[in-house]
């Protein structure tokens, strides 16, 4: 299989849910996925399959009293049994060739396609993504997918022809993996970024043992049936739930993991990048991170703007999947000619959302993901109170028990004040005055992260400097912060946000290999 004989490729269409015969499809996968609750499922290290005594219960944050899934839950010794089973798989797996690699991807993605309603099913009851947030989700996966294939198909042909020849010698240059690779994911993309972060090492040829977050290890699982279903061997990709503070650290810290491949939080992944630059007995290299971290993203508005654009804009960057998002807007910054003005119209096109049990189609905003959620969001919100005019929401809502908070919003806050600089990974919007255009993009670029960030203006030239000027890693004109589309816009921040790593970009398979360069005098 060469890359010519693939068509181009094309980002999965999203799913429309006012078509009945849609609705009905989403409504039997989450039918079917509800009756699959409370089941046990195991660690899984080369043909093993184990079954422990100690779980992780995940639970549906709409409902906390149902039980998704009981995952077994990994010790330390067994994340250096799996770090084993992989090192040996790789002695093997690095020969398969990159078109064997490619193709197993593609089978996944297609498989996958035939089964998008039941990933998405997952998520709405695992991590109370709405219908069209777990549907851009698993669209997603599909897209990292087919994605990568084809980027592996491209390097692998590329290589040759990127030295020089001489006429005394026949020089080479080729791609080779790493090693085995630790890949830890996060819960707020539990089936994207878990299958990107997967695939990207696998299709190089490397290893992996999988530790999902412990919020969403049952959508986790079924993915890695999936991929075992298209090809990938056991050994090759292993499963491992379990805690980050044991299983985690004890992958980090392994003397054959060659690299780590991480999203989440800005203090988990500092101290990952810590913890991989320390030379273990035995080992034989410096380890590789690739590191996604937080977000403090801000949304500018300008007195030139389209403000019903920017008004939709703001709202769902804010609140979209409640604002558990990295890249979520969680900071607006209105200069003071619109100031008034854009704050009453966010404040009208919030009150609107639908907050709710995200089974329900035309629910916006679901729970959060789970009791500490709730009780770190809460507390910002307290702080909130005396950094700036709360205007709206501010509190926990009494739905079944869920962890649901509605939307809120804080106006004349400080650019400095702590709701304005700290991630809070909940549905709270800091809303800033800035005098001018000039006083908005220096609020934009004061804090420490540097993920996404996006401008509404009609100016040509003040959409110039922002491109030039406005430190973050995905920018965006004139919509929404949110929404990176694999192959479209290539995803990474700057500064604490992580190493700007470019995930569904056209470098980024190049992490995870090394280059060799090989040279036989011929005269």
């Given amino acids: 299989m060469r890359l010519q004989d693939l068509p181009p490729f094309r980002n999965e269409p ?18 079917k996925v509800r009756a699959q609750f409370d089941r046990h499922y195991p660690l899984i290290i080369g043909e093993d399959e184990i079954y422990l005594d100690e779980t992780i219960a995940s639970l549906n944050p709409s409902h906390p009293d149902q039980v998704v899934g009981r995952v077994s839950a990994a010790t330390a010794e067994h994340a250096a049994r799996a770090v084993e089973v992989a090192y040996e798989a790789f002695q093997t797996w690095r020969k398969t060739p990159a078109e064997e690699r490619a193709a197993i991807l593609l089978k ?53 022809k990127l030295v020089y020849q001489i006429p005394t010698e026949r020089s080479t240059y080729r791609y080779i993996p790493l090693g085995v690779g630790a890949i830890i994911t996060p819960w707020n993309f539990p089936v994207a970024i878990f299958t990107g972060m997967v695939s990207s090492a696998l299709v190089t040829g490397n290893t992996v043992v999988a530790k999902p977050a412990e919020q969403s290890p049952v959508v986790a699982y079924h993915v890695v049936q999936l991929l075992y279903e298209a090809g990938i061997p056991r050994g090759v990709l292993n499963y491992l ?50 590191l996604e971290m937080g977000g403090k993203d801000a949304v500018i508005v300008d007195e030139t703007a389209d403000l019903d654009a920017a008004t939709e804009g703001v709202v769902v960057s804010a609140f979209g999947f409640q604002g558990q998002k990295c890249s979520a807007g969680s900071r607006a910054i209105f ?59 501010g509190k926990r809502l009494d739905l079944d028990g869920g962890y649901f908070i509605e939307p809120t919003i804080f106006t004349d806050v400080p650019w400095d004040a702590r709701i304005a600089q700290e991630e809070i990974f909940g549905p709270v919007l800091a809303i800033i005055k800035a005098k001018d255009f000039d006083d908005a993009l220096r609020i934009a670029n004061s804090t420490e992260y540097g993920l996404t960030g996006s401008v509404y203006s009609r100016d040509r030239a003040r959409l110039e400097r922002a491109a030039d000027e406005f430190h973050v890693g995905n920018l965006y004109f004139n919509r929404k912060s949110t929404g990176a589309l694999v192959g479209v816009h290539p995803f990474g921040g700057f500064n604490m946000s992580g190493t700007d790593s470019k995930a569904g970009g056209p470098d980024y398979l190049l992490l995870f290999l090394q280059p060799k360069s090989i040279s036989e005098k011929i005269k």
């Fill in 241 to 290: 739930p379990g805690y980050g503070e044991v299983a985690g650290e004890a992958l980090v810290v392994h003397p054959k993991t060659r690299f780590i491949s991480f999203t989440g939080s800005k203090e988990v992944g500092i101290h990952i990048n810590q913890r991989a630059a320390e030379i273990q007995p035995g080992q034989i290299w410096l380890k590789r991170t690739v």
């Fill in 335 to 393: 200069v003071e000619d619109v100031y008034d003005e854009m704050v009453q119209r966010v404040i009208e096109r919030t009150k609107q959302l639908k907050i709710g049990d995200p089974v329900d189609p035309t629910v916006f905003l679901g729970p959060v993901i789970d009791t500490d959620a709730v009780n770190k969001i809460m507390s910002y919100i307290e702080i909130g109170h005396d950094e700036g005019n709360l205007v709206l929401g």
């Fill in 108 to 160: 996944a993605a297609q498989l996958m396609r035939e089964r998008k309603h039941e990933f998405s099913a997952w998520m709405v009851y695992e991590v109370g993504k709405s219908w069209p947030e777990a549907d851009a989700d698993t669209a997603e996966a599909i897209d990292f997918l087919e994605y990568y294939a084809r980027q592996m198909l491209d390097i692998e042909e590329r290589a040759p």
């Fill in 14 to 31: 999203l799913t429309d849910f006012s078509k009945p015969e849609n609705r009905a499809a989403m409504e039997a996968a989450l039918e």
